[in-house]
């Protein structure tokens, strides 16, 4: 048979039937209403013969009431026994045999709900936006069953219309995809055709029509849920606060309210975030935050619309919005105050509220507010004082998001802002802005052939505080304006605001089925500033990049796939500084085995270095490779293991670190998963910052040394599904990571050709140790100075139980019980056994809380 052309996609239309009798949701399609429906056949091949007839066959059905969509899935199959589905917890995506059915309610080509169910029932759900991207935290509340029978198997969907947004027009047209998964064999097909290499999806939906709806109605949806508990900490034995339990008890409520059919108001009154899963351990040694991902229900819901990336699709976690700064850990700590102190962990979010959503001319809207609290911090003395000091300022953060679709949805415009206004006044925070405002306009555009793609940001930012705060903000990682050897930048103490602009644009070949490619550039200035409510690593720099891609994705002799790219960079700062010039070569490649792998070389011709002496003058810097290797196992095996490897190598500096990690997962039984994920990083680097110190003529000093640090860590996972409503998720995290510094040392000719030229190595009749700390008299200079030791070992445990049962659609009844505990020690050498004990052997926290949420709605 011939592949279909996916032009036509469009024109492939189903009309939905109403529903006359009663429909039972049990995977069966006996009642008479299916038998009534027109059935849509002519499923489409995309892998792993594109464009072949199916092996499998595939047709389904849809019905409609006043209430709610049916969608009635049959997939056929000769050899029913071998239907596999795994029972697994909610949303998780296993090596099962699927059904989805995609819902363009919109109608705009570039958003749908997409709803999923493998052959043992378990539901998945996404949010498809920008025709090709996926949010799988998306949750709506639907119900579905499953079964097998002599002919294969069937889903059975209902999706109630108050989880869809739509248009209020008389005469809808939907747009409807369904897609088909075979375990055993690969396959994938889709009702309505959809290329591999088509940079399109959404887009590609056939039409559903006939669905009347009737009456509008308001859509009202609440979360009420109540929470005891209590953790219990060890402390010293002189601490007041003792170790008796701490009770934990609180209420609130989330809501959503359909204001139309397209657009809605959510919010949350006193959320709880007890069962977000703890963030991974790490050591940081640079000047740079570590990025998490916010595991939060309520930031998760739309973030689509009100995400405003810092980049154009090049997966960089730099954004505008970063809703991790919500509820974030407060910024000042009463430990620092007094003998003996308590605060709670995170700032206290006192509501939230947002309003999202499409109209039916193409305008999506994203609005959100959140006030968090002020925090304040007991404090207590030896002496028997007690006061309270604040921690955290009361905030209040908003967000908005506005984009139009034109030009049948190739074309996207759009503008975004953020505001942060902080109630500082009497509280002693000079060091925070009282205001912070971004914003940026955004193009997104594809040709009318799906050949080329065109993108562009533009973004600026403006931060208000006192003399102190932007005084900090000027010295900040991301751009030391007091850095001595950079003309451009001028450290004012007296400023009181900052602002900066950024841009991002590119244009991409991104069809065809052999080769892509693309030009871009990326820029900010140095004022260029977002973290009070965004996430931004840099500013002060101009980069320029290329790529290119050759790609074969007709399965041959070996290959299923596989790609080969080739990408160059250069990067100056706005002093015109030419940081590096650097290339990169990779390669992807899946096997007939369904074993798929990647490598690559990069390659870093490092000219200078603006922020190794954070603050002290640009060093030159020495180029720098690295190669790595991941390969990945037939995932549809009962056991199945990923491993990475990557080796980096500074030669000029006599630095090098390798890095090892693998995961093995196995599904013991069809209803339990078990994952271990062991890892190993150890590095040797010759250039580690140290501390920067000054000495008693008021000379500043900026001491490096040469760091050998060992980290093994250990993630172990278990998921065991008793019913489809009932799990039980373990998690255990060890940790250990140690750090020993030798060859102290500092620059004298930072510039120098020679790298041996460019530093001070201290000698040891330079260097005076003495309770951890170092004093260093040089022979050539007659003051000296001193700086802390930096040996470090670091172990941590975090492990957590969570019990959860859906006792009804939306509802839930929860146990969650977590610990974590850590130790210290300051020899800086790796020793597994001791530092192991020393970390089991820590006393530490746990929490035990019982959680009932339920849900009331349509």
């Known amino acids: 048979m011939a592949c279909p052309n996916p032009v036509e996609a469009a024109t492939r239309s189903l009309a939905a039937t109403s529903r006359h009798g009663a429909i039972r949701i049990d995977g069966k399609l006996a009642e008479a209403d299916w038998a009534r429906a027109r059935a849509a056949t002519g499923f489409w091949q995309q892998q792993p013969q594109e464009g072949e007839p199916p092996r499998f066959q595939t047709e389904f059905r849809v019905l409609y009431d006043a209430e709610a969509l049916y969608v009635g899935i049959r997939a056929y199959d000769p050899d029913p026994a071998e239907v596999r589905g795994l029972l697994t917890r909610r949303d998780a995506d296993s090596s099962s045999d699927w059904l989805y059915v995609g819902i363009d309610s919109y109608y705009d080509r570039r958003t749908a709900f997409m709803f999923g169910m493998n052959a043992a029932g378990v539901q998945r759900d996404l949010l498809l936006f920008d025709d090709t991207k996926a949010d799988d935290s998306w949750n709506a509340v639907w119900t579905g069953d499953v079964s097998i029978d002599d002919h294969g198997w069937v889903a059975e969907f209902r999706i109630p219309l108050s989880q869809l947004r739509f248009s209020s027009r008389a005469d809808p047209v939907w747009g409807i995809q369904v897609r088909r998964v ?73 809501f959503r309210y359909g204001v139309t059919s397209n657009l809605t108001v959510s919010g949350t009154i006193n959320p709880d975030f007890g069962q977000v899963e703890a963030d991974p351990s790490q050591i940081n040694l640079t000047a740079q935050e570590i990025f998490f991902a916010d595991k939060r229900p309520f930031f998760l819901e739309g973030r689509d619309i009100l995400r405003f990336d810092l980049d154009d699709g090049g997966g960089s976690s730099e954004t505008l919005f970063y809703s991790r700064r919500i509820g974030a850990a407060p910024h000042g700590d009463g430990s620092e105050l007094g003998d003996f102190s308590r605060q709670d962990a995170n700032t206290s979010i006192l509501g939230a509220a947002k309003l999202s959503g499409k109209t ?153 089925t052999r080769w892509r490619g693309g030009l871009g550039f990326d820029t900010r200035t140095p004022g260029f500033e977002v973290n009070d409510v965004g996430f931004q690593r840099e500013s002060d720099y101009i980069q320029g990049w290329g790529w290119v891609q050759l790609r074969d994705q007709t399965p041959g002799r070996v290959f299923r796939e596989y790609y080969l790219n080739i990408s160059g960079w250069t990067l100056s700062t706005f002093g015109a500084e030419n940081v590096v010039n650097g290339g990169n070569f990779n390669s992807f490649a899946t096997l007939n085995s369904f074993w798929r792998g990647n490598a690559g070389y990069m390659f870093n011709d490092m000219r200078v270095d603006t922020k190794r002496l954070r603050g002290g003058p640009s060093i030159r810097a020495e180029r720098r490779h690295r190669t790595w290797l991941n390969v990945d196992s037939d995932a549809r095996k009962r056991i199945s293991a990923s491993t990475s490897g990557a080796f980096w190598a500074v030669p000029g500096a006599q630095s090098r670190g390798t890095e090892a990690s693998v995961s093995l997962v196995t599904q013991a039984l069809s209803n339990l998963n078990v994952s271990l994920g062991p890892s190993f990083n150890h590095r040797i680097d010759d250039r580690q910052f140290v501390a920067e110190t000054s000495d008693a003529a008021g000379e500043n000093h900026y ?136 970390v089991l052997d820590a006393e530490g926290e746990h929490v035990v809380l019982l959680k009932l949420s339920h849900w009331f709605g349509a």
């Open 703 to 838: 001491v490096l040394g040469r760091i050998e640090q060992v980290t093994l860590g250990l993630t172990v996972r278990a998921n065991y599904t008793i019913l489809r409503n009932l799990s039980l998720q373990l998690y255990a995290q060890p940790f250990l990571s140690s750090g020993r510094y030798t060859d102290y040392k500092e620059p004298d000719q930072p510039q120098a050709s020679t790298y041996a030229d460019r530093f001070h190595a201290f000698a040891a009749s330079e260097l005076e140790h003495e309770d951890g700390r170092y004093t260093v008299t040089r022979t050539d200079q007659t003051s000296a100075f001193s700086f802390d030791a930096a040996d470090f070992d670091f172990g941590e445990l975090r492990s957590n139980v969570v019990l959860r049962w859906e006792y009804t659609p939306g509802s839930t009844l929860s146990f969650i019980w977590a610990q974590g505990r850590s130790a210290t020690h300051d020899d800086g050498q790796f020793d597994l056994g001791p530092d192991l004990e020393r």
């Open 360 to 512: 039916a001319n193409g305008w999506s809207v994203g609005l959100m507010d959140a006030l968090t609290a002020e925090e304040q911090a007991e404090v207590r003395h030896l002496n028997g004082a007690r006061e309270y000091t604040i921690v955290e300022p009361m905030a209040n953060y908003a967000i908005a998001r506005v984009k139009k679709d034109v030009n049948g949805g190739r074309t996207s415009i759009g503008v975004g802002a953020t505001s942060v206004h902080r109630r500082l006044k009497g509280t002693g925070f000079d060091d925070l802005h009282d205001s912070a405002y971004s914003g940026g306009v955004s193009l997104d555009h594809r040709s009318a052939a799906d050949m080329w793609t065109f993108n562009l940001r533009l973004v600026g930012s403006h931060v208000r505080g006192s003399k102190t705060a932007i005084a900090g903000t000027q010295q900040a990682f991301q751009r030391y304006y007091q850095r001595p050897d950079a003309d451009h930048l001028h450290f004012d103490p007296d400023l009181t605001r900052l602002r900066g602009l950024g841009g991002i644009g590119s244009v991409r070949r991104m069809g065809g």
């Open 182 to 254: 075979v375990q055993r064999t690969t396959e994938e097909t889709l009702w309505t055709p959809t290329p591999r290499a088509s940079p399109r999806f959404v887009s590609l939906f056939g039409d559903l029509t006939g669905v009347e709806r009737g009456r509008r109605q308001r859509r009202l949806e609440m979360l009420p849920y109540v929470l005891g508990g209590a953790s219990l900490s060890a402390t010293t034995s002189d601490d007041p606060f003792g170790d008796a339990p701490v009770p934990a008890y609180r209420t609130g409520l989330d």
